[in-house]
Every structure is written in C-alpha cells, then in structure tokens.
C-alpha cells in the first residue's frame, strides 16, 4: 500500500455542529486533517491505498456518507505556470520556456485566460507532454487524469442537482 496525498474541498457540514468529527470519522477513517475555511469545508487526506484511484474514490464516498457534498478534488487540473513548475519540480523559467515552444515540443496551448496575462492549461494536457519527455512520471499522469475526470463527475454532479428542482417544480406545475 501507498499513501497518496490529495485534498476534498466539501460543503453541508458546519464547524460548529456537535459530532461532525465523529460522524465523520465514523463514516471513514481518521487519515484527514479537517478545517473550515469561507463557508468550505477542506479536508486533506493521506490515504493509503493500492491506486491514487482508489484512495480518491473512497475518500469521497466517506465524505458524501459524513452528510458533505463534495465541491472540487486539489490539486486541481487547472494550472498556471507557477503550478507548472512546482508539479514538474522545474523553475518558473523552464515550464515558461515549455509553454512557448522553445524546450520539447507539443506543449498543449492554455484552455482558459483568465486574463491576458494569466493563461491557464489543462494538468493533463502538460502531464503527458511531460511524460512523453521523461520529465514526469507514468504516476504522476495517471494521477492528473484521475482528478480530472473526478472533477468532471463532481461538475455534473452539481449541475444535474441544480437542475432537478427545476424540472420537478415544472411536472408539479403542469399536472
């Protein structure tokens, strides 16, 4: 087994609500450092497990079974070029000089700008580059994907509950 670091950001449960912490820890283990910040509940695992998959997935079902829902996985898949070079383990210079094409090839473009000068890529995108240049790891990808596609399923997720109230106050009206 590996012990695998990764955080939930959650929200549902209130700091000051009697029996979180054993509710909580009844509903997993006690591998998570809790703490409640603006309204969100961060919960910061060191999860033993034979896959970063599985210590993912279980958390998450621990944290759903606590009476939390579950808002966004870190590290996030949406990164800037200052996470770049902390993920990769290179300097701001280097994962700058990937970004423009002129270190390795087939750098991915950002997917989003926040601003002109704050582009952000997809984790993703960068870990397989980086990976196709013996730059990362086969884990550290493998990693990046799975925390992707749970942030997808958290995203739809919450759009889906935002969207049955509405279609069932629209049947209830209609009938």
């Given at each position: 087994m590996k012990?695998?670091?990764?955080?939930?950001?959650?929200?549902?449960?209130?700091?000051?609500?009697?029996g979180f912490a054993d509710?909580?820890?009844?509903?997993?283990?006690?591998?998570?450092?809790?703490?409640?910040q603006k309204g969100a509940t961060i919960l910061e695992f060191d999860r033993e497990a034979k896959t970063f998959s599985r210590a993912l997935k279980s958390a998450i079902?621990?944290?759903?079974?606590a009476g939390a829902e579950?808002?966004?996985i870190e590290p996030d898949h949406l990164v800037s070029l200052s996470d770049i070079a902390d993920r990769a383990g290179k300097t701001r210079a280097a994962a700058s000089n990937?970004?423009?094409?002129?270190?390795?090839?087939?750098?991915?473009a950002p997917v989003v700008r926040v601003t002109t000068e704050?582009?952000?890529?997809?984790?993703?995108?960068?870990?397989?580059?980086?990976?196709?240049q013996d730059k990362l790891t086969l884990?550290?990808?493998?990693?990046a994907r799975v925390v992707r596609a749970e942030n997808i399923k958290v995203l739809e997720r919450q759009r889906d509950h935002l969207m049955a109230p509405q279609g069932a106050k629209a049947?209830?009206?209609a009938a």
């Open positions: 012990t695998f670091e990764f955080t939930i950001i959650a929200t549902g449960l209130s700091p000051t609500e009697d509710r909580f820890f009844k509903a997993g283990r006690d591998d998570a450092t809790i703490s409640f079902a621990n944290v759903r079974d579950v808002v966004n990937y970004a423009k094409g002129s270190r390795g090839k087939n750098f991915p704050s582009p952000l890529w997809d984790w993703v995108g960068v870990a397989r580059s980086l990976y196709r884990p550290d990808l493998l990693q049947s209830t009206r």
